[in-house]
């Protein structure tokens, strides 16, 4: 039996199919069952714990033979990351009590750093506070998500363009596909080790902004072209898409980070694998949602 965070999220989902398409049981992790009630008809099973109640989810960890842990994204977090904070100190407190045998966590590439990183200071916070238990851990690091261009798909299709914040559009950056992420947790979290280990993954290939709009161009039959979007013109962007004026900064420190090329791989002392899924193979899959 695998315990599995964010189960209903797009890489706890595919962790959870690499393990259930081997055999393996599953005890999905959820504040709300009916949004699981797919993943029960699939076999998995299905336990009640909410981020903020250390004793069910100490329960939901135990008597498991792995456990796969991601914290919820917030891409508008209050100074300081407060609730990051909270979640990660509730999971201490629900793994030190639970002992697993060994966690996988979802981390971030450039997590190894301790500042400069924006909304990947979350995943600094995890690694610095829960690698320090004393439980075989695994961070997986994977590079900028190809999914995160699921944004785009409306005005790909519609307007013909996508917006670029990665400078300049046409250096070729480390991605990799959500379902590559999942399948490496579902194997790692059957493995032994000792200590602490980090694997930095990426895709088949390495994608510039260009590439993308090419490749949506090509998928959708129409010329799709790339928007720049100035630096400058961010914060104001931002809170016109509903983000509050003094909750923009995490966000345009992280894009820096990766425009500074300060956000990649360590590449000392840590693991490296690439996925299998191409750019092409996960648009096609964004345009047909």
């Known amino acids: 039996m695998y315990a599995i965070m964010g189960i209903t999220g797009r890489v706890g989902g595919a962790t959870a199919r690499a393990l259930l398409n081997e055999g393996k049981k599953v005890r999905g992790i959820v504040r709300d069952p009916s949004k699981a009630a797919s993943w029960e008809a699939a076999g998995a099973e299905l336990a009640v714990a909410d981020w903020n109640d250390p004793t069910a989810l100490e329960a939901a960890l135990s008597g498991v033979e792995g456990v796969f842990v991601m914290i919820p994204p917030n891409f508008a977090p209050a100074p300081g990351y407060p609730e990051t ?16 045998p060994k966690v996988v966590y979802l981390s971030s590439v450039g ?24 439980i075989p851990t ?29 400078h300049p559009p046409d ?24 200590g602490n280990r980090r694997l ?10 260009f590439d993308a709009a090419e490749t949506f161009s090509r998928l959708l039959g129409r010329p799709v072209r790339l928007k720049l ?50 750019q092409e193979e996960v648009f096609q899959d964004l345009l047909q949602r």
């Open 229 to 278: 979007i100035p630096r400058q013109a961010w914060p104001a962007l931002f809170e016109a898409q509903g983000m509050a004026a003094d909750r923009t900064a995490p966000r345009i420190e992280m894009l820096d980070g990766f425009n500074s090329h300060w956000i990649d791989f360590e590449r000392n002392g840590t693991e490296s694998f690439r996925g299998s899924r191409t």
């Open 171 to 194: 250096r070729k950056l480390p991605m990799v596909a959500t379902e590559d992420i999942g399948r490496l947790a579902g194997k790692v979290i059957q493995e032994q080790w000792a």
């Open 138 to 166: 695994a961070f997986i690091r994977p590079a900028w998500f190809l999914e995160n261009f699921q944004s785009d798909v409306a005005s790909a299709r519609d307007e013909g363009e996508i917006a670029s914040f990665l």
């Open 111 to 134: 997590a190894q750093h301790p500042s400069g990183l924006g909304l990947i200071t979350q995943l600094h916070i995890l690694e610095q506070e829960l690698g320090a238990l004393s």
């Open 85 to 100: 904070r909270q979640i990660v100190a509730g999971l201490r407190q629900a793994l030190d009590a639970a002992r697993p």
């Open 200 to 209: 930095e993954l990426e895709g088949p290939e390495r994608y510039s902004q």
